[in-house]
């Protein structure tokens, strides 16, 4: 009796299992648009003029108009060639794939810009929290991003290279690592 009682509880073990891994499986998948990139994801403005249009169709009206060539935005949704993306302040709209690209930028700690002057994302000679600082960009300043550990991030602004906080830049998720 006590043999069947494991036998059991072992066999509804394995059922658990396969459907956690059956459910991972499919949020792995559902997190990849109909382009077979995953989404959420980090690209750049292409173009020095990007509409954001309401809709994904040139149809649509143009709700913005961007004006920043290589400005990080992020896609959350896919439909034909039409990327719904996010910008850093929350805008969303609808922008044409070609003008988007693969290429990283990250913009410094946007959420504290206008908390006062003395709010600075230091950048730093090494991926360690104890290594100089090199410069101090104000929070909103852009810079490209080379790669990133999933805590530090390797940047160029202003022609400075140096590392910053994975977590005080709007453009890389945390723990995201990408050469």
Same mark, same amino acid.
């Given at each position: 009796?006590?043999?069947?009682?494991?036998?059991?509880?072992?066999?509804?073990?394995?059922?658990?299992?396969?459907?956690?891994?059956?459910?991972?499986?499919?949020?792995?998948?559902?997190?990849?648009?109909?382009?077979?990139?995953?989404?959420?994801?980090?690209?750049?403005?292409?173009?020095?003029?990007?509409?954001?249009?309401?809709?994904?169709?040139?149809?649509?009206?143009?709700?913005?108009?961007? $004006?920043?060539?290589?400005?990080?935005? +992020?896609?959350?949704?896919?439909?034909?060639?039409?990327?719904?993306?996010?910008?850093?302040?929350?805008?969303?709209?609808?922008?044409?794939?070609?003008? $988007?690209?693969?290429?990283?930028?990250?913009?410094?700690?946007?959420?504290?810009?206008?908390?006062?002057?003395?709010?600075?994302?230091?950048?730093?000679? +090494?991926?360690?929290?104890?290594?100089?600082?090199?410069?101090?960009?104000?929070?909103?300043?852009?810079?490209?991003?080379?790669?990133?550990?999933?805590?530090?991030?390797?940047?160029?602004?202003?022609?400075?290279?140096?590392?910053?906080?994975?977590? +005080?830049?709007?453009?890389?998720?945390?723990? +995201?690592?990408?050469?």
């Amino acid at each position: 009796m006590r043999g069947k009682a494991l036998k059991s509880c072992a066999i509804f073990a394995i059922g658990l299992m396969l459907a956690a891994g059956t459910a991972d499986l499919a949020a792995a998948q559902a997190a990849k648009g109909p382009s077979g990139l995953p989404l959420p994801r980090f690209v750049t403005l292409k173009s020095k003029r990007v509409n954001l249009r309401i809709g994904p169709s040139s149809d649509y009206a143009v709700s913005w108009l961007y $004006l920043k060539q290589g400005l990080p935005v +992020e896609i959350i949704q896919e439909y034909d060639n039409w990327r719904r993306v996010r910008d850093a302040d929350g805008t969303e709209g609808w922008v044409n794939q070609s003008l $988007l690209s693969g290429q990283r930028s990250a913009i410094a700690a946007p959420w504290m810009k206008g908390k006062g002057k003395a709010v600075f994302v230091n950048m730093r000679r +090494e991926s360690q929290p104890s290594s100089a600082v090199i410069a101090k960009l104000q929070p909103g300043v852009m810079m490209s991003v080379k790669e990133c550990t999933g805590d530090w991030c390797l940047v160029t602004a202003d022609g400075t290279e140096g590392w910053v906080a994975q977590s +005080e830049i709007w453009g890389a998720y945390p723990g +995201e690592a990408f050469k």
